[in-house]
């Protein structure tokens, strides 16, 4: 991995990008993972880089506190009518974490849950959607022109689809703010949160988009600030939501790791509900969630790149302008060059408990 030579020229998403390009009305809808224009890509990535700062991501913090906190009543409800006839205790912890992330994304990206913990279930069907989205990724990534042939054909595709019930409520939310004059998310359409933990609305994404939209208004015009809206939860949840539940599962068939990991959090001595600034700072928890990704990768596509003028060398291999090259991460994992940290990923009988053991006294790990 250290013999990548490479021009100074970008290197554009390959046309395996062009399967996730939205559409609407007949028409691609580039977004921020797929757009091939680097132009386009840099307007959008400069005219967001400040709500994607540290200092701007701690602000959404307490977003994410308040759908923990509503994760925590949902949880402990359930496990506490345990002895009661109407039912088991027994519930999946599984989709309880994706329903908690989807939750905390639209909290953070536009003030409002989009109320899957609170119905238990896939409200709209909103996981779905994102999770389609990147099975037909995985499943067309190899043959974009097959695939516009078939999913982008004039002849066949209907003449409208109705939104999605993360568009509709972001639309909705922006239109609210856009009508009452003020960037912020208001009191009333968080209504449940506020009355629930009374406190101001912390800033949100949709805030930071509309405060940047004075320099960039072509750019994150109505359009441009839903599309960075959905792809915000769209990347944030189901990603977040694999690595968690990978973690525990992990945890739960690695006692030795989940011993350890149990002696770190005693001794941090950390309130219910700890600040991100301290979680940071453990490290067996931090090797833990890294490889937990790495016994499970929750974006395992080879995400292509073209190879931009002048060629490139990678690893003594040289590659012309405009090859595709990508990397199939589960062979990068099984690797033995990639690091020796990796030597034991593809042995079954290597549980959580010997990989740490690696990984924290391995260098290339913090
Ligand atoms: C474990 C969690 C996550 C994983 C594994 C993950 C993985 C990735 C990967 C691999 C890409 C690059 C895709 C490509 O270039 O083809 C990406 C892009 C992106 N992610 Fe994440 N992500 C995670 C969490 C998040 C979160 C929490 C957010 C938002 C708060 C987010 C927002 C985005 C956005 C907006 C992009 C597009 C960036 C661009 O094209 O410039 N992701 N993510």
New binding site residues.
Partial sequence: MTKYHKPTNKHV?AES?KVLLGRQNGKDIAS??STQDENQ?GA??RSIANA?TPTA?LDYERWIDATIEELLEVVGRKTKTKTTTTTTGKFELSSMIVWYTMDA?GR?SFGAPLGCLAAEADVGGSVQVIRDRFIHWARWASMPRLERLVHRNPLLEPKSRSPSTIVAMASEKLKARMNSGSNKASVSSTKDDSDAHSYDPSPDLLQRFLEARKDFPRTLDEPGIIG?LM??IS??SD??A??VTAALFYLLKSPEAMRKLESELMRADLPEIPAYNDVSKLSYLNAVIKES?RLF???P?P?ERLVPAGGITIAGMYFPEGASVGCSEYYLRGSKSFSSSFRSIHQPQCSLTDRLQDVTTNTNVE
């Fill in positions: 998403q990008y921020l993972i890509h959008m990535r994607f991501t994304a953070f960075l792809s915000t990347g944030a990603t977040t694999s690595t990704m990768s929750p974006a596509m995400l």
